[in-house]
Structures are given as structure tokens and as C-alpha cells.
């Protein structure tokens, strides 16, 4: 095994406090004698570090003084809350650089996205510091004589908070950032895949909240499988929101036990995302917009461009220019700034790209480019692959966690949209045009039913600013700006009366 001299990234993994055996429970203190885990980067295939998951009864400890710690958090005051989350987004300033390596490192995206992660953290943590002055309720005007009806916004309670390997980080704290000035605690349960990621942001959680005088139990910790400790999440009515990220049957299973004890939940499934591209539009903004869209995070953004929707007129010249950039995908070590695209999660995500191309082929698929496992340390490279594909294709349908990107035609918008919406998921789409009808068409009611419908710019790297998520089997959840605040509070409408006497609404009358 390795020790804390020899291992090979140590200069990644010293400065964020990861140790070669790792506890992978917290709640003011750290705890862990489950199974021992280890975690192997994609980028080499070298043992990072190991982690010790949490035992039920660990679990069981940890949410209790989650729970406990939530009833005080509750009681101080939202700015106050907020002045801890200014510290985080600090904090996270300072160790963006040795983050963003640790998010490559562990789950293999380019360096510069994993920067890009742990500014979406930065920047959620900006938002939730002014929220935290501005969690409004409406005042609204009481059909009563001197009456008033108001609404206020109340902490929910402990927000169980299970993410995926993609954005190994930047899903916490999309949640994190939100609950911790609404008064929530929070119990992350990362992906199994990228524990040591959720370790250094906790340490860093840790030290803020110690700082501040709060008990460091309201960003608690708990790592283990999905199977036992994502269920006991899932099941137990001390976790008020359950907020879940990953595939759409992750979800329906997590869907079923938070509701069946009418828990909360937020969920962020799979996302099917296609650009139209018109013949009114830019094909340079286009082929730009489109290559990172697919290539980005090796495709293994819910965000991803899955679908490429061309108008017939241009198809030709588009795929072929598209076809161009994709022979310039440098690929390989992820932390190299001169690639463009590092290796999938694990050689199992390998496999699954290479069958479905298999599958799609069957289908009537053709191979343009790409779509080959490459001979590289690790062994989780493969090479982008784009596919001349049609809508009728079952696999199209399907969202194919990785870099394959379906090539379709279309003659009329109307047709476009009709293929764009044709697939169960809904979280992201894009048009690519100049003419204002087209996109006005494409963003109404009769245009992109998804939960992000851009203009002249690709599906995925949305801003924190905007509610992010989608509809259909994406799940509905909203997570980040906007308003999506709201799912971490409990609404409270109140009537007030000061006429001195008693009146029912709706008129009622009683004769006593
Ligand atoms: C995800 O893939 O789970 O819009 C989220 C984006 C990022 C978020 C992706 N801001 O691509």
C-alpha cells in the first residue's frame, strides 16, 4: 500500500488533507470501520487513497447530530448564516487551484473544467450570501376587515444530499450553499466513485463552520454504496429533503421511498440534450458550441450534447466541418492543459460506450468518427465518436453517459422540435439561428418542453444565476438561482386578525 511519502500524487492530495486510509464519516468528529475502499483515478489507473465507509450504526450517529446540530442552526439568524457561506466561498477561492486538480484527478475531467466546477461553488456561494437577506414572503391583501395574510419562510430541517461522480463537488454545494442559509444542515452522501473530493471539501466546511463557533455536524458527511447508505437516506424521516443526482432509474428508486414517507425531493436525472442547427444560423457559433457540449467532461455532463438536429441544407458541409475538430481532440492526461478531453470515469463507463455504439450500429447507425477504446495508462480513454443517426433509432432515445453524439436531419423547425422533445428525459436544448421567429418558435410553449432552452449557445455550462433542471424523466428538480431557494425552506402562510371581533372567510356565518 502506498504511504504518505511514496504515493504519486501527493502534491494534489497533501494540501486538501487526504491521507493515504481515510475515515469517510463526519459529524463533528470523523468515524468510519465499514468496508475499506479503494479509489483508482481514471487519469492512471494508481490507487489514490483509500476510504473507510460508514457502518449503519455510524450512519444512524452521524444523522443524530446532524439533526441536533439543525436545531440550533435554525435559530441564528439568516444573515449571520450567510456571513459562514461568504467564508466557504472564500475559502474555496484559496483552494481552487489544488480543488480543481484533486476534481480531475478523481473523475478524470480536463483541468480547466475542474477549475470551472469549483468556480460554480465560488459563485453559489456569492448568490446564497445576498440570499440570505432575501428570503422574501408575500404580504397579501385579506378579504377580511382588518385582517392580514402573510406568508414567511421557516428552515426545513436536515437535507440529505446524494451526488454523482460528474460534478463530484459542484452538486453539493449547489445544494449546500442554498441550504445552509435557509437553516438547513446538510448530509452528503457522495458518489462512490469520487469520495475523496467530498473529503477535502468537507475538511474545508469543517474549518469554516469551526471558525465561525457553529458545530462543524452541520455539513456532515457519509460515505458508503448507494444500496445502504443512500437507502437509509432515503427512508429515514429525520432527513426532511432528500436532493438526488444521477440516473433516471437512481432516481425512480429514490422517488418511491422519499415519497412513500412524504419526504421532499429534488431530483436531477438524466438529461437527452440536442442543438437544432438552422440553416439561419452561425455554423461557426455552432461547431463550437456543439464540440464542447459533446466533448466536455467526456461527455458525462447531464448537460452533454447528445443530439446534433441539422437542417438538411446545411448538414453536409456542418458534419464535415464538425468531423475536422474532432481530429484535433487532444486526448489524455486531463491535468496536461494541451488536451481537450481526459478519460471516461472507469473502464465499466468504457464498456457501456463501446456497446452502445455496437447497439446503435444494429440500429442503423453509421460511424463517422471515432468511438475507440485508445491504449492509455488506466485504460479508460476512448475516442469522441460522431454518429450519422434518426430519431427512430430506440438508443437515441437513451442517454448514453458518455461521448457519442448522434448526428439527425430535419427539413422544417416544426419537424426539429418534434425530434428534439421525442425522448422521455427534458433537461437541456439549443438552437442555433439568427432569425428571431425561429428562436421565439423554439423558446414558446409550442417550441422545447426541457427545463433550459438556450439560444445561440450549446446545452450544457449553464450559470448558477438561473434555476437548473428539467422535466419529464429528468425528474422536475431545480436546483442553484432563482428561486429554486424555495425547496429548502417550509412555507408558512399566516392570517391576522386585529378587528377585535371574529369573521369567517368565504362569508360563513354562524349564529351563536
Ligand atoms: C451535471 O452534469 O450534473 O450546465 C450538471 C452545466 C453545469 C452543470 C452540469 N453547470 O453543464
Redesign the pocket.
Known sequence: MATMTDRKHEDVLRPLGIEARNLGGFAGEWMGSGKVQPVISPVDGEELATVVNVTKDEFDAILGRCHEAWKSWRLVPAPKRGEVVKDLGNELREHKEALGRLVSLEMGKCLREGLGEVQ?MIDICDFAVGLSRQLYGLTMPSERRRHRLQEQWHPLGVVGVIT?F??PV??WSWNAALALVCGDTLLWKPSSKTPLTALAVTRIAQRVLARHGFDPAICSLSIGRGSDIGDLINTDPRVALVSY?GSVPGGRHVGKLVQERFGRLIL?LGGNNAVIVSDKGDLDIALRAIYFGAIGTSGQ???STRRVIVHTSVYEAFVAQLTALYAKTTLGDPLDPANLMGPLVDQEAVKTMLAAIETAKEQGGKVVCGGEKVDLPGGCYVTPCLMEANSEMPIVAEETFAPVLYLIRYRTLEEAIAIQNGVPQGLSSAIITNDQAESELFLSVEGSDCGIANVNTGT???EIGGA?GGEKETGGGRESGSDAWKAYMRRQTNALNFSGGIELAQGITLDI
Do not use: L, Q, Y
Open positions: 460554480e454523482a460528474n460534478f459542484a452538486v443526482t436531477e455532463r447531464c448537460t450544457s455550462g449553464a437548473f
